[in-house]
């Protein structure tokens, strides 16, 4: 007797079911595998340079001994005036977009400059930076040219965000404000705004993680080799963690001695970034779990 | 009345602000070209483009951008074959086979991914990659388009499965249904009806990594081994565009052909990026389902 064809294929096709699943399963934990090894080594290797002396002391004998202090100050620095430019800029943005443009020409044009923005690399950034802040504005390489290189670069990131938290806010908030004889700009200002701030802090706190990050955009436009002292002024160059690494690994006097200095250095980086970007997350994570409406 | 003159002075400026946006764009194309278009008195743009040779530093300079590009697209090429697949992967699983606990896990883990800093990975790619495949393969440096290409690929995974998986969970539910009621299994119905009523947003998502793997700068420049000869293999070192802005420009000198040309160079990069952006927003918005209704 011959077998049922109807089951044969049955079978083959719970075969390739099978197979299909165990192939997503593979690429899963082949990814995530990826991710620890990379944390993992950067944690493994770099955990013994760090000590209270790494972190509070500049470097020391041409940059083979010493810590990374200017380069996390140059950093906070550099975020934090980003932040300053692009978070202003990027709330009014988003208000304007979902509370009083209407469709057309104009917000056409809007929605399609911020989607460029968003994919302009981050090297052209820096040759922007460099034109524009740098040697046109006469700022020279300095935390502003460097900070507002950055702002631009976190601006899409931050309208997007702040965007999403307005849309977020129930229409009902905004009606019975204005049902109460309230002006447009009092209900965004008193009643929108507050209630889409937690979503616009996350925003935020990504552009902080991305700008910490960038490398390339104050390559020309702030990052400096070494400093020994600590800035004093907006017009000063600094020293930059994202950039120290590079220095250290690409162009030091002796890479293979201060390989610990680099370890420690990218871990300080990694984790710093890390940190910040899950801090983001857990904050959407229990916003969403305590809205009540 | 006064009310309603604040209400529009408030919406004026409010437009005046979101159009910085738009101004910054402008400002970097018109600063691109007056910093870049200058090295066109000394090269034709089809020499620029096209020519064989890089040596901005020789006397006389010879200005031919043809390698970088080359490697630019050898390194994303490579890059998105590697990262396409499991980019598309990870996003089918979280979309439509990871259990709840799971997926929220893997979504922090990609974010976790998507963020960490370039110059990490590129240091990734020097201190582990390089030694591991200069010994696997017996080459002469482990700093090559190949190394690149793996680091690139670690960072393009992210872009394309975020995106992907918003385009898997756009597909409505009734496609599916309607796939089960007649009969097909779970494997069947994600590669006959939920990835190819979600391809668009699929095909933007990859178009989308690869306009990042282009643009990717601290990565090529560190492992991407340096040479401005045209690669023969994938073993070769070779200079992307971006890693030769990056690391020649600190040398060339201000106003001199070389700092002209190296902005030519941003030109391109610009263009080709944006080209890509736009193509892929052109793809999501043509292409895409709206709903049941739309069949």
């Known amino acids: ?293 | 009345m006064k009310r309603q003159a604040i209400e529009r002075i408030i919406h004026g400026l409010l437009a005046a602000v979101a159009f910085t946006a738009v101004a910054i764009l402008a400002m970097i194309v018109l600063f691109l070209f007056r910093e870049g278009l200058p090295v066109f008195r000394e090269v034709s743009v089809w020499g620029f483009l096209f020519g064989h040779e890089w040596y901005p530093t020789y006397d006389p300079p010879s200005y031919g951008i043809w390698p970088l590009i080359v490697a630019s697209v050898a390194v994303t090429t490579l890059s998105c074959l590697i990262a396409v697949p499991f980019g598309i992967l990870f996003a089918v699983y979280v979309a439509e086979a990871a259990p709840p606990a799971v997926k929220g896990v893997l979504k922090a883990v990609m974010e976790l991914l998507a963020g960490l800093p370039s110059v990490v990975l590129g240091f990734f790619g020097m201190v582990v990659i390089a030694p591991l495949l200069q010994e696997t393969f017996d080459l002469p440096t482990g700093l090559n388009i190949a190394n690149a290409s793996l680091i690139l690929s670690i960072m393009a995974v992210p872009t394309i499965a975020s995106i992907s998986e918003d385009a898997l969970y756009a597909v409505p539910r009734e496609f599916k249904e309607a796939s089960y009621a007649l009969g097909a299994t779970r494997y069947e119905t994600i590669v006959r009806v939920v990835i190819p009523a979600a391809l668009s947003g699929i095909s933007a998502a990859v178009i989308l990594g690869m306009s990042r793997a282009i643009g990717e700068t601290m990565v090529v420049l560190m492992v991407a081994g340096g040479a401005a000869a045209l690669p023969t293999s994938i073993f070769d070192p070779a200079r992307p565009m971006t890693a030769s802005i990056a690391a020649e420009m600190g040398e060339a000198p201000y106003k001199s052909g070389h700092y002209h040309a190296l902005f030519a160079t941003g030109i391109v990069l610009f263009f080709l990026t944006l080209a890509f952006n736009l193509v892929a927003d052109y793809i999501s918005h043509r292409f895409k389902e709206v709903g049941s209704a739309t069949l």
Request: net charge positive; with cysteine.
């Open chain 1, 1 to 293: 007797m011959t077998a049922d064809p109807f089951r044969i294929t049955l079978r083959r096709r719970y075969r390739s079911e099978r197979i299909f699943f165990l192939t997503l399963r593979l690429a899963v934990l082949l990814i995530g595998l990826v991710m620890l090894a990379i944390f993992g080594y950067i944690f493994a290797n770099g955990y013994r340079a760090i000590s209270w002396e790494f972190l509070t002391t500049p470097p020391s004998d041409s940059m083979t001994k010493g810590g990374i202090m200017p380069a996390i100050v140059g950093t906070f620095y550099l975020t934090v005036g980003a932040v300053a430019f692009a978070l202003p800029i990027g709330v009014a943005c988003a208000v304007y977009l979902t509370e009083y443009a209407r469709q057309g020409t104009f917000v056409r044009l809007l929605r399609i400059g911020i989607n460029c923005l968003a994919g302009v690399p981050s090297v052209v950034f820096g040759l922007f930076g460099l034109g524009f802040f740098v040697v046109f504005l006469k700022f020279g390489s300095s935390i502003l040219s460097g900070a507002l290189t950055l702002g631009a670069l976190i601006l899409p990131t931050i309208i997007t965000a702040a965007e999403e938290a307005i849309k977020a806010v129930p229409q009902t908030f905004r009606e019975a404000s204005l049902a109460l004889g309230v002006s447009k700009w009092r209900t965004v200002s008193r009643i929108v705004l507050p209630t889409a701030l937690p979503g616009i802090l996350t925003g935020s706190i990504l552009g902080i993680g991305r700008a910490a990050g960038e490398t390339a955009p104050i390559m020309f436009t702030a990052a400096a080799f070494f400093t020994a002292r600590l800035p004093s002024s907006i017009f000063d160059e600094v020293m930059a963690l994202p950039y120290h690494v590079y220095v250290l690994a690409t162009a030091g006097t002796a890479i293979e001695e201060t390989r610990p200095l680099q370890y420690g250095t990218v871990l300080v980086l990694a984790a710093l970034v890390a940190g910040i970007n899950l801090f983001a997350v857990l904050i959407r994570g229990y916003m969403r779990r305590g809205k009540r409406w």
